[in-house]
């Protein structure tokens, strides 16, 4: 049985928490009095369905089961996690997580409020200890970031368990230790969306070309490496004390104005809103949300293959959905990678590139080889398997944006050898084959060797089973070989 998250408030941050649970294989319940809350919710889920599977090199589990509550308390109930997401008013605040703790006892309930404190939301509710502060950031369903806020108030085992649950469904919940207004980041947010406001203002810059310093610049080292890390660097071989000797002086001189506020008038709104509309005007929100998700999937993906930032969060998350694939053995072949093709992947024709067929059987490779046992844990041991040879076939053509799914048979196995049939399909449409001999190797002698024990012994029943299914027709086909 699907366990079940509660939302409470489904606009953007809601609908974008709803699609995180629901991809993960939560069941999800929302209520929302907005009459147009389905629609907004069901065009935030459609962006998720084509985003966040792209991140994983595991199948997700089966999509959780969404349904709208006609009330709170229809919403909350057998919840095991409620998030409430409504707007930024400390009343109204109030008023719902009373009206949820009549029908929760001992749920965790996370608000995703930006700016109060987890202190705050606890005035005069019925049981303060399970309310706290789960701060994400938009799209919900892509960033991992969550800033858990608790309170001296807080349980802190509810806490923890809280905590559990957002890595569960792929989130990086970053405990904040001592409660402070709009928490960690939104505090960076606020002084660098001050200093821009008096950019424009005084004629500097134009909305565009703040966003250009931005993107172009040390928007690309924060993704990656956050502040101090940068600056360390900065500081080049003697590190962060050189840095700050050097760079230090300069608080004391007048660069901004962070102690001053403009003055915030239709003057500025109109300036900033027209310039706005002459940057980005041309794309509707969901173009813009679309393009948004492809470039965070890209640069979030880079990352993942270098186990680093936010990447290193995707990795993690992978293996857990790893351990919920279905067990073996059954004669069938096994489901082992979902892809999309993204832009990297394809050549000048537009069609997913010769390299990428390989790429994505190596994907599948490697899921069957955490699946036996034979995981980055297994090779920091000194073994692993090898690639002796492969054969690809490419049977139909892929174009950008592509869903991929990645099967493999185990065509037979001893103790030093594995020899796998995999099929990447495009829906039903098997779009290559790759066959593969991989063999057993401590690396340290530089020479094959048997397997260890366990993961032969997680190797059999896959290899049994497959026994039973007929052997691919193109299995052991030399290349240029006539069909038939």
């Not at 809280?162 to 928490?183: N, S």
């Not at 959905?321 to 004669?331: G, I, T, Y």
């Not at 844990?377 to 049977?395: P, R």
Request: contains cysteine.
């Amino acid at each position: 049985m699907a366990r079940k998250a509660a939302i409470i408030g489904g606009g953007v941050i809601g609908g974008g928490w709803a699609a995180r649970f629901l991809l993960n294989g939560w069941d999800v319940a929302v209520f929302d009095p907005d009459p147009e809350a389905e629609r907004k919710i069901g065009e935030v889920l459609a962006n998720a369905r084509a985003a966040l599977p792209a991140l994983s090199d595991v199948p997700m589990p089966p999509e959780g089961r969404l349904t709208f509550a006609g009330s709170i308390t229809e919403a909350v109930e057998g919840a095991e996690y409620i998030q409430e997401s409504v707007s930024e008013r400390l009343d109204l605040k109030h008023r719902i997580l009373a009206q949820i703790q009549q029908s929760s006892h001992g749920v965790p309930i996370g608000s995703s409020t930006s700016g109060f404190k987890p202190s705050e939301l606890q005035e005069g509710a019925a049981d303060p200890s399970v309310i706290f502060v789960a701060h994400p950031f938009n799209p919900v369903y892509l960033l991992p970031l969550a800033e858990v806020v608790p309170s001296v108030k807080s349980d802190a085992k509810l806490i923890e368990n809280a905590k559990e649950i957002l890595r569960q469904i792929g989130m990086f919940p970053l405990h904040v230790r001592k409660e402070i207004d709009a928490h960690i980041a939104d505090r960076f947010l606020e002084a660098v969306w001050r200093e821009a406001l008096w950019l424009v203002k005084d004629g500097v810059a134009t909305t565009e070309e703040i966003d250009e310093a931005i993107r172009m610049g040390f928007g690309l080292r924060w993704g990656q490496m956050g502040l101090f890390e940068t600056y360390r660097i900065a500081g080049g071989e003697a590190g962060m004390k050189h840095f700050l000797a050097q760079f230090g002086p300069c608080l004391t001189w007048p660069w901004t104005k962070l102690m001053d506020v403009p003055e915030y008038n239709d003057e500025l709104v109109d300036l900033i809103a027209g310039q706005s509309d002459a940057q980005s005007g041309k794309y509707t929100i969901r173009e813009l949300e679309r393009i948004r998700d492809g470039n965070l999937i890209g640069f979030m993906r880079v990352l993942k293959d270098r186990d680093w930032g936010a990447g290193k969060v995707l990795k993690e998350h992978d293996k857990r959905l790893a351990a919920l694939l279905p067990e073996p053995p059954k004669a069938e072949v096994l489901e082992l990678a979902q892809m999309q093709v993204l832009p990297g992947w394809i050549d000048y024709n537009g069609h997913m590139t010769e390299s990428r067929y390989l790429f994505a059987g190596t994907m599948v490779c490697d899921n069957l080889l955490r699946l036996i046992g034979a995981d980055m844990d297994y090779v920091a041991g000194g073994h692993s398997y090898f690639t002796a040879e492969n054969h690809v076939i490419h049977l139909d053509e892929a174009k950008l944006g592509d869903h991929l799914t990645g099967t493999v048979q185990v065509l037979s196995y001893d103790e030093k050898r594995l020899h796998a049939f995999i099929r990447i399909l495009k829906g039903e449409t098997v779009i290559a084959t790759v066959e593969q001999m991989l063999l057993h190797v401590d690396m340290k002698a530089g020479k094959a060797c048997p397997a260890a024990p366990e993961v032969l012994a997680r190797l059999k029943p896959i290899a049994e089973a497959h026994a039973a299914l007929p052997r691919p027709e193109s299995a052991g086909r030399h290349v240029g070989q006539r069909k038939g």
